[in-house]
């Protein structure tokens, strides 16, 4: 699976931006699929995932209300949609893939593949 992570920019305090995530590859549609997130100076955190069936979602307490994670398989897509953005959500953005399994979803190190990141950053 390659993913190419798109949609970042700069917004204001309490705009919004949608990222994309594209996938290529026979399996992402039975990947599970996970956005994290890296501030300079930081460790990549978890924010949001989905299991392949798109029946389990999970968020970081952070993003709970703000985020949304959806998928759409028929176009190898997952997407985050983000609302209310703060300063504190500036980072690079990476999108994951975990191909199979149980999904734990803020274990960073059990996910297959990675993308490029995107930048979001939120003036105030």
């Known amino acids: 699976v390659q993913l190419q992570a798109s949609g970042g920019g700069l917004v204001q305090a309490g705009g919004s931006l949608r990222l994309s995530c594209a996938g290529s590859g026979r399996t992402f549609s039975t990947s599970h699929m996970g956005w994290f997130r890296q501030a300079p100076g930081k460790e990549r955190e978890f924010v949001a995932a989905?299991?392949?069936?798109?029946?389990?979602?999970y968020y970081a307490g952070s993003v709970k209300g703000r985020f949304t994670i959806s998928r759409d398989n028929a176009k190898n897509t997952v997407y985050l949609q983000m609302k209310s953005l703060k300063p504190e959500d500036t980072a690079v953005y990476y999108c994951a893939a975990k191909s199979g399994g149980t999904l734990r979803p803020s274990e960073k190190y059990e996910y297959d593949y990675w993308g490029q990141g995107t930048q979001v950053t939120v003036s105030s």
């Open positions: 989905m299991t392949w069936t798109g029946n389990s979602i």
